[in-house]
Structures are given as structure tokens and as C-alpha cells.
């Protein structure tokens, strides 16, 4: 099992950056994948950004040259630094884990809400 636990969400003008943060119960080496997915009022989930246990990033196009995933080993953290947010930003962000080779993301977080003021 993989508890995730998000922090770092609130309320940002447009332009402005915020950082996420995910706490995972066991060590990221042991987890095939983790990463960012977002989900709007009337929109379907979208991946965000993740990171395999050997370190390798995947971007959507929304993240690329804004966005950047990263992880703090020692405290089995990941991160999601997000700059330059725009209104169309505004979503709750999950943190989810693919626990083994799954092809889906089998654990999820409780979702932080992150809002972008115009």
C-alpha cells in the first residue's frame, strides 16, 4: 500500500508560482511511478507530470517550460513546482502512485485545490 498525503495548494494570482508537495509511506525507490494529475470543475482528470523510480520525468504539453516534477528521496517527497500559473491552472491536484507496472495509478492522495486569480 502507498498512503499519499498533498500539501502546498491555495490561492495564487496569475503569473504567480506555488509549490506542491506530496509525502509518500514508503520510499520512492519502491514505487514504479509517481506524479501530478489535476481535475477542473466540468473537466476530466489530466496528468499533470510524473516520475519513475529511477528519476525520469514525463511532462503534459500544459507543464512543459512551466511546471517542474522533483523529488526529495530522504523524505520520500515529491514536488511540483508550478510558475507562470494562469487561471486556467485553477484545479484540485492529486498526487497518485503506480505502486508496481500497472499501466494506471492504483493509489491517490486526497487532492489539493490550487486557484489562480486573474
Known amino acids: 500500500q502507498v498512503q499519499l498525503v498533498e500539501s502546498g495548494g491555495g490561492l495564487v494570482q496569475s503569473g504567480g508560482s506555488l509549490r506542491l508537495s506530496c509525502a509518500a509511506s514508503?520510499?520512492?525507490?519502491?514505487?514504479?511511478?509517481i506524479g501530478w494529475y489535476r481535475q477542473a470543475p466540468g473537466k476530466q482528470r489530466e496528468m499533470v507530470a510524473t516520475l519513475l523510480s529511477s528519476g525520469t520525468p514525463t511532462y503534459s504539453n500544459l507543464a512543459k517550460g512551466r511546471f517542474t516534477i522533483s523529488r526529495d528521496t530522504d523524505k520520500d517527497t515529491v514536488h511540483l513546482q508550478m510558475n507562470s500559473l494562469t487561471p486556467e491552472d485553477t484545479a484540485v491536484y492529486y498526487c497518485?502512485?503506480?505502486?508496481?507496472?500497472?499501466?494506471?495509478?492504483?493509489?491517490w492522495g486526497q487532492g489539493t485545490q490550487v486557484t489562480v486569480s486573474s
Open positions: 514508503r520510499s520512492l525507490y519502491t514505487i514504479y511511478a
Open positions: 497518485a502512485a503506480e505502486s508496481k507496472r500497472l499501466g494506471w495509478f492504483n493509489y
